[in-house]
């Protein structure tokens, strides 16, 4: 019942609060999301055809969380940096074995559950720590054991040091591709100096690798 008059204040750029019969003109510019396919809408009925072509002057796909793997750490270090600010919190940041959690973990909740996710985990850590994977939710820890059998029985080498260098050598490669090579960008993302990534740069011969 309000799509009707949803399209016709858009239409006419007019309308009138309720209980009102003074128009009010309006200057605005529209942009909306929605998680479902507003075509099936339409042809189940739900959705009016009038008011979908009337939005649709320009489409942006947004694919899910799982598939742009690249975002999860940009935005986990953005939530952390909220969360922090909104709650006075002073939490450090993610171990590498939470990093490299979120990465591999599917997201059925997308973005939301992200968020979600750290602020659970920022108001479960005291200040001046770092997040460890004994805070995160159920589902995460149960994937996590998952992914950590699964290792275990393929043989992979459970050595903390070389797991800590292949999973710093991804991060800085991600991060320098994230940033199109700027290394201060990169530095800021990893929370790091840049003369501290030059240093690891130096030390995973990273520097000359074409695909950064």
Not at 106 to 126: C, D, F, I, S, Y
Not at 150 to 166: A, D, K
Request: hydrophobic share 35%; net charge positive; proline share 4%.
């Amino acid at each position: 019942t309000t799509q009707p008059k949803f399209l016709r204040a858009i239409q006419e750029q007019e309308g009138s609060r309720l209980g009102s019969n003074k128009v009010i003109p309006y200057d605005l510019r529209l942009i909306c999301a929605t998680n479902k396919d507003l075509s099936i809408e339409v042809e189940k009925g739900a959705f009016r055809e009038d008011l979908f072509f009337r939005l649709f002057s320009v489409e942006i796909t947004i694919p899910p969380l799982r598939k742009r793997k690249e975002d999860i750490i940009p935005l986990s270090l953005h939530f952390l940096k909220l969360t922090n600010e909104n709650f006075k919190k002073h939490v450090v940041g993610f171990s590498i074995e939470v990093l490299n959690l979120f990465e591999q973990y599917h997201w059925p909740g997308n973005v939301r559950q992200l968020m979600k996710e750290v602020e659970r985990l920022v108001a479960l850590t005291p200040d001046n720590k770092t997040i460890d994977v004994e805070k995160c939710s159920k589902d995460l820890q149960a994937f996590y054991a998952t992914s950590y059998k699964e290792e275990e029985e393929s043989g992979h080498s459970l050595s903390l040091p070389e797991q800590v260098q292949s999973l710093e050598k991804e991060l800085i490669t991600k991060a320098l591709r994230k940033t199109r090579g700027n290394k201060t960008q990169a530095a800021k993302l990893l929370n790091l100096t840049r003369q501290g990534l030059a240093k690891k740069l130096k030390r995973y011969e990273l520097l000359s690798q074409k695909q950064i």
